[in-house]
């Protein structure tokens, strides 16, 4: 049973910075891309960021700079720092894996996500 449960959202103001962790249970990470993704009401869902089975990364140019996904296999986690925050930003933040490379035309598996809101 392969189950993503995402951590570390809620409320922080312009400027600040929280930690997005996903557990993954189920299966090993190893063999999986692993990314997130995030949707704000009005607007389309939208890659963030995504680590792979060998450990490359990619970024969207919004978030690049300022966003950092890591990965821990011993613990089965994926994590998302995310530093600079500002109110475009909010949005419910997502992960989601694959057995193919970050540049799968889909997804597998998928996390129930966790909010995001920055506001003052």
């Known amino acids: 049973q392969v189950q993503f449960v995402e951590s570390g959202g809620g409320l922080v103001p312009p400027g600040g910075s929280l930690r997005l962790s996903c557990a993954v249970s189920?299966?090993?990470?190893?063999?999986?891309?692993i990314g997130w993704f995030r949707q704000a009401p009005g607007k389309e869902h939208e890659g963030v960021s995504c680590?792979?089975?060998?450990?490359?990364?990619k970024y969207s140019d919004s978030v690049k700079g300022r966003f950092t996904i890591s990965k821990h296999n011993t613990a089965n986690t994926v994590n998302l720092q995310m530093n600079s925050l500002n109110p475009e930003d909010t949005a419910v933040y997502y992960c989601?894996?694959?057995?193919?490379?970050?540049?799968?035309?889909?997804?597998?598996?998928w996390g129930q996500g966790t909010q995001v809101t920055v506001s003052s």
């Open positions: 989601a894996a694959t057995l193919s490379s970050c540049a799968a035309p889909r997804f597998d598996y």
């Open positions: 189920g299966f090993s990470s190893d063999y999986y891309s």
């Open positions: 680590i792979s089975s060998d450990g490359s990364t």
